[in-house]
Each structure stands twice: as C-alpha cells, then as structure tokens.
C-alpha cells in the first residue's frame, strides 16, 4: 500500500515545521532514504522536503504500515527534542488513494502556502528522481510520481499559472508594496541562484522592477545575472555586506547563505532597508528585523496574508486533481486483470514464436516473424487493457474478470 505522512505549514504551524527541517537539514538525500526504509515492511521511500513541508511517501507492506508510521515519526521527535505524542496531531498520514490525491494536490500547487505556486512542481520530480537515484523507489512510486507531474502540468495548462502571478514571491511583493511606494524604482538584491531565484526575477519583472542585483557563494552569479538581464555582485570578503548596504529590498532565497548583523552597515544607510526571507530554516536573523529602519518578512508573517484575492483555492484545478486521483485508482485496481491477460498473452506468444523459429528458413525470416507477432500482441492487448481500467472506473470490474476466466480461462488474484 501507499503510505504518505506530512508535516506542512498548514497543520504544523512554522516553528514547528522549521524545527523538523532543520533536524534533517544536516543529512543527505540517501541517508534520510535510507532511514526512511529502515522500518520492517518498508519496499520503497520517497523524501520531500521543503520551506514549506517534510513528508515522505512509502511503499510498505499493509500490515506494517502502522509500525512504519510510529517508527519514522519518533524518530522525528527524537531529533527535534519532543515527545512523539505531542508532534503526531501535526502529521499528517493519508493512506492508498488519499495518499495520491495529496501527493497530486501538493505537485499541482493547491496545498502551497501560495495557491498555485510553481517551484513545488520541480521540488517534487528533484525528490522522485533522488529516490530512483538512491534505488528507493518501486514501480507502485514510479506510477504514482509520474502521475503527479501529469496531473501538476494538466493543472496549470488549465489554471492558467505562469509563476508570476502564484508564488511566494508574488505575495511579499504585494505586502512589500504598501510599505515601498516606488517599488518599481527599488534596488533589489536578489540572494540565491536555484528555483526560487528564477521565480522571483518573474515576480520582479511583472512589477516593472528593474534594478536588481544577484549574489551568489558559488560562483553562479554571473551566468545567472547574464542569462536573466541582472546585474552580479561581486563574490569576496565584504561584498555581500557591501550588495545589501546599496539595497532597498533584499530577498533571500538560498539556504547556502546566512545573512546576520555582520552583512548590515546601517551606518551607511540613509533609506529603510526590507528583507524578505523566503528560507526555512531562517536564511536572515529573526533579530534583524527588530533593527532601527529595518523591516522583515518572513514565511510565516507571509503565509499570515496568503488569503489576498486572486490567491486562493482554484476549483477547476482541485477538480482536475481529482479526476487524476480517479483515474489512478482505476489503474491501480485494474493492474492484476491487465497483468493476468498480459501474462496469458505472452505465454501463447512465446510459444509461437518458438514454433516460428523453428519453421523459419534462416534467421532474418526468423526475427520478422517474432517482430510481426510481438507489434500483434500488442495490438490485441491494448483495446482490453483500456476496457480494463474502464470497467474499474465505472465498479465493474469484476465483470470484466469474470469475462477472462469465461473466455480465456485466465484467472485473476487480487482483483
């Protein structure tokens, strides 16, 4: 069975959930996959974690999922210092198919602390395809995550999102807009190169703000200030105290970079400084924003204002999703049908083949017989394969296996 536990800003509140990824922070992808299959019964893990959730998906055998869930979810509280009994009423745990619809809602941008926003979408392929890396996934997780990016595409092609408009950045920048009235007009550090960095030079750029510098610690600001139209601030000794001394709004989107007291000369400011935080843990010092002419938001103080029209639930999208879900479960309960017929199918198949072979007068008549046969196959199989998931979709299914084994004599478990 298919066993997703989430730990989200929705359920777990900021402090909480800042608590648990910097607990995991430390660790690398394959340790935390490995941990994650540690637990008996356990075939296949997936790991996600970001500024806005820590959750992982397990393949696990279903009498073990109980012993799996207590296992991993101590082992949380264990790292974060609290009784597992006070951290489970923030976990979330979804079972099977309600495993799929969140993992489909979550790819898709409906559970983002910013409806629609579009770095969850990658975030979720880095983690699947660091699984597959790792060979943690299963072919049931392989399904379920290529699923996901279909549905998360279907999604937005429908929804209409282009990033701009549904992300984070999008939102602070409509808070930072009541306190900066000449925004357009701001000098803009931006701090970070990966995912979020791109988003928010789209977020910038449909609020016509130009001026905007990039800093970076490894190196990549100069390709990234070129291929976006930006500006590269140098990278040495001083330099990112002297990028935020010349700025107005300062937003930090990288976990690679701290900024403290130390990066702040406000001896050498003259007009307020805004910086926004969009890492979790805290990419700026909490106590910053406390300093005299200087204002701090955060993802906590932005996920408070993530009601503004225009950012809220989609219902389009929320039913595309769960049309998603109802296909998967149609494949899902169809899968021991299909795979019977298949079975049967390649049975009958290769024993032709072999009579084919040894009819033939060499071997190239020989491979355009099997080829001929194999393409078939395939041909035969793929009208009941769909009337399979079908008769699934619509309850019934059981008559489609009562159809086999009338016919064909094929006898289907686990349907």
Known sequence: MLLALSLAHATAGFDLLERATAAVAGASVPGLLHASMQPDGVRGAVVLSTCNRLEVYLDVASEAADGAAQTLVGALAQRIDMPAESLWPSVGRFESEAAAQHLFAVAAGLDSLVVGEDEIAGQVQRAFTAAQSAGASTAELDQLFQRAASTSRQVRRSAGWDGTQTS???????????????????????????????????????????????????????EFAERHGLVAAPNGPGALRDA????????????????????????????????????LPHIIDPALGNLPGVSLLDLATIGRHADLPGLGRNVVAESLVGDAVVRYKAD??????????????????????????????????????????????????????????????QGDLHEFVAGLQSVLGVEVTGA
């Open 332 to 393: 899902a309960d169809a899968g021991p049908a299909v795979t019977a017929l298949r079975r049967h199918v390649g049975a009958v198949l290769e024993e032709e083949i072999a009579r084919a072979r040894s009819r033939a007068v060499d071997d190239d008549e020989a491979a355009r017989t099997e080829a001929a046969l194999r393409h078939l196959a395939g041909v035969l199989l793929h009208e009941p394969s769909l009337r399979a998931r079908e008769a699934a979709a």
């Open 168 to 222: 984070v950045v999008h939102l602070a920048l409509e808070l930072v807009s009541t306190r900066v009235p000449e925004l357009a007009q701001a000098r803009v550090l931006l701090v970070g190169t990966g995912a979020h960095a791109r988003t928010a030079v789209r977020a910038l750029a449909s609020r016509g703000i130009r001026d905007v510098t990039v800093y970076s610690t490894t190196g990549r600001a100069p």
């Open 244 to 279: 935020v001394t010349a700025s107005d709004v300062v937003i930090a989107c990288t976990s690679r970079t701290e900024l403290g007291r130390a990066e702040l000369d406000l001896d050498a400011r003259t007009a307020p400084l805004l910086l926004i935080d969009l890492g």
